[in-house]
């Protein structure tokens, strides 16, 4: 089981950005494809963004096209999601997966919560 951390969410302002970060102390993420999903509260876990181990890219929700940028630095072992134009339908704990699909995942790391927030 390959276990991720998040890292990088916190309070912000309607219109700010944020650079979520997915890291592994055990794994080399370049050799997994990565998704980003999010629950905001009282809603179902959804898919956001997800890369290939080739660097290919994938947005699943129409609200976050052109504001949600997935990325990978294998310098530093992490894949990021950078959150532009924030909006408070972003608030919610983000998770990170080696898989694109939810069903598809086996156990959740702890998140990293944005809170969207004037």
């Known amino acids: 089981q390959v276990q991720l951390v998040e890292s990088g969410g916190g309070l912000a302002q309607p219109g700010g950005s944020l650079r979520l970060s997915c890291t592994s102390y055990?794994?080399?993420?370049?050799?997994?494809?990565i998704g980003w999903f999010r629950q905001a509260p009282g809603k179902e876990r959804e898919g956001v963004s997800c890369?290939?181990?080739?660097?290919?890219?994938?947005n699943f929700a129409d609200s976050v096209n052109d504001r949600f940028i997935i990325s990978r630095d294998n310098a530093k072992n992490a894949v990021y999601l950078q959150i532009n134009n924030l909006k408070y339908e972003d608030t919610a704990i983000y998770f990170c997966?080696?898989?694109?699909?939810?069903?598809?995942?086996?156990?959740w790391g702890q998140g990293t919560q944005v809170t969207v927030s004037s």
């Open positions: 890369i290939s181990s080739s660097d290919s890219l994938t």
């Open positions: 997966a080696t898989a694109c699909r939810s069903d598809l995942v086996g156990s």
């Open positions: 055990k794994f080399t993420l370049e050799n997994y494809m």
